[in-house]
């Protein structure tokens, strides 16, 4: 079915399969508008009988298209494509479309044993860096797997495949498929192995587990099954990376163990403080935090080692026998204290009495917090002072959109309509930086092939080509575009070019002066002038010229009859 696909959407030629996974295969292709190279990834035909799996595709794939980050590789397009299978029936095929990266994958890196670790440490960097933007995007990526990231032939890191992961989760697919796209089990945090809501926190768990892993050559767990393998995210203590591999510094040790600790607020809470620690342990010095200590108290099974005094006291005494006991020396208390003890519950039951005849019912509410308000399509300042009434704190977060216009609310975390939320909440506004802008490039007098070239790598957009007289321009090269050189504009905008046709236009100099004859045609037009005298007229003007009127080559050589003084 694959190969009959050639051209998707009437723009996109699929070329030779460069990948292949459980969810989809990666073919090399070329965007026949912009005759740039891409890559395209092609779903599996069995993801789109899923109507939720289609429009959770068509979110994440517009979210993951949004982000421009030089660590990130860009989404260009996605999209559906309607084909035939092998017996005829009309299937659909996602796709996307991506930027083609030279590189290699960091699975196929890691495959061939452990990293140094100061390549380890500049990696995950790139990585932490990649998922600081998409975090403060308000993405979530899922799946962060070596084999969700590439590095360039230059060493720069690129992060892959934002959004996929979300859009199996949240849609109705089977478990075969979420297994499949979500990858091994070996990636996963505890709190998705438990399967519950997972956040950005999710993605440093993943990315801890992919710092060991390059540090090692191995995941910190590993068994028969997936099961086996969540279930020890879930329970399990990893070990030291050094316990693997002597030459890992301890520094580097506490950063792994912190990354991955079973509760999320044990970890690094955002990227950045994790990209800080690491950097730092890469140079020898000592993160700025100490790493968590593992709680035995929170495993599913086993004794808490921390026990207090008093407990070891109580577990001796329950564990001597008979003879190890001290001796009670009277057999029963006094009367006094029989009688003390009757007076006192006597009194407490007085009390109790009368505190309850007197007690006033406490008024029952309803709700002990604030319902966040609807702020998608309002302004940031007006947003922020609805959220402020009501005694709620707005975060900033900006985001570059093609269709929302700058300044406005594009979405809201917790979303509007979220009740119960307590004073003093920070809700996060993600808000529209506006388009993506590109700036014209210096294009005139380019030959037209490097001027489209350097049109497209600014991300604009190729139109029409048109042609044109000119003296000094060769025939190929480009006399002006439709928007100046400099200018800011929007990305994909289109971009007119006129190009020089390598023709100047003859005019009829017969019956002109000399002088303003060889003005025009050599001085303006730049051809190469001859003159004879023609004893045929009088009057110094010309008579004949050997070119005719119109269209002539650039520099052309022309012979002008010139009529005798007398």
């Not at 949240?170 to 499949?180: F, K, L, R």
């Not at 001085?523 to 004879?532: E, I, K, N």
Request: aromatic letters at 4%.
């Amino acid at each position: 079915m694959r190969e009959g696909v050639h051209l998707l959407a009437n723009r996109y030629q699929i070329g030779e399969l460069i990948g292949r996974g459980g969810m989809a295969d990666v073919h090399v292709g070329t965007d026949a508008r912009l005759g740039r190279r891409i890559a395209i990834k092609l779903m599996k035909p069995a993801l789109a009988t899923d109507p939720a799996f289609r429009t959770r595709f068509r979110q994440e794939a517009q979210a993951a298209a949004r982000m421009a980050h030089p660590t990130i590789v860009r989404v260009f397009d996605a999209g559906e494509e309607t084909v035939r299978d092998a017996r005829g029936h009309e299937v659909q095929v996602p796709f996307i479309v991506m930027e083609h990266v030279e590189g290699r994958l960091l699975k196929d890196m890691v495959r061939e044993g452990p990293l140094d670790p100061a390549e380890a440490v500049r990696i995950t960097q790139g990585i932490l860096t990649a998922l600081e933007y998409s975090h403060r995007a308000g993405v979530v990526h899922r799946d962060i797997k070596p084999g969700n990231v590439m590095v360039t032939h230059t060493g720069q890191v690129k992060v892959m495949d934002f959004g996929i992961a979300r859009a199996i989760s949240d849609s109705s697919a089977t478990v075969a498929q979420t297994t499949a796209i979500l990858g091994t089990a070996q990636y996963f945090s505890p709190e998705q192995a438990r399967g519950e809501t997972v956040d950005s926190r999710s993605d440093l768990y993943s990315t801890g587990v992919l710092l060991f892993e390059l540090l090692t050559g191995r995941p910190p767990f590993r068994g028969d099954s997936p099961v086996a393998v969540a279930y020890q995210h879930v329970s399990e203590a990893p070990v030291p990376p050094s316990t693997i591999e002597p030459g890992i510094s301890p520094a580097l040790d506490a950063v792994v163990l912190r990354a991955l600790a079973k509760d999320r607020f044990e970890r690094f809470q955002t990227a950045a403080d994790f990209r800080d620690d690491v950097e730092a342990a890469g140079q020898g010095r000592a993160p700025a935090r100490r790493p968590p200590v593992h709680d035995a108290g929170t495993t599913l099974f086993g004794v808490d080692p921390r026990a207090s005094a008093g407990s070891e006291a109580a577990l001796k005494e329950l564990s001597s026998d008979d003879n190890d006991r001290p001796q009670r020396t009277q057999t029963r208390p006094p009367v006094a204290w029989i009688w003390a003890g009757i007076v006192l519950v006597a009194i407490v039951i007085v009390a109790v009495v009368f505190w309850v005849a007197n007690i006033r019912p406490p008024e029952i509410t309803t709700s002990q917090g604030a319902t966040v308000p609807a702020v998608v399509g309002m302004s940031y300042d007006d947003a922020a002072a609805d959220l402020e009434d009501l005694g709620l704190v707005a975060v900033r977060s900006e985001v570059p959109d093609d269709t929302v216009p700058e300044g406005q609310v594009i979405s809201a975390d917790p979303a509007g309509g979220t009740t119960d939320v307590p004073a003093g909440m920070q809700i996060t506004l993600t808000v529209s930086s506006g388009p993506v802008m590109s700036t014209m490039p210096a294009v005139a007098g380019l030959d037209v092939a490097a001027a489209w070239q350097a049109v497209t790598a600014a991300g604009l957009d190729q139109g029409k080509q048109t042609t044109d007289y000119s003296v000094d321009v060769a025939e190929g090269g480009v006399l002006e575009a439709s928007e100046a050189e400099g200018s800011e504009l929007r990305e994909g905008t289109t971009i007119d070019l006129v190009v020089s046709n390598g023709l100047v236009q003859v005019p009829d100099v017969t019956r002109q002066s000399v002088t303003t004859a060889v003005d025009l045609l050599q001085d303006q037009l730049g051809l190469t002038v001859g003159t004879y005298t023609d004893d045929g007229c009088s009057g110094q003007t010309v008579s004949t010229q050997s070119l005719p009127p119109g269209d002539q080559p650039q520099g052309s050589s022309i012979q002008l009859g010139v009529c005798s003084a007398e």
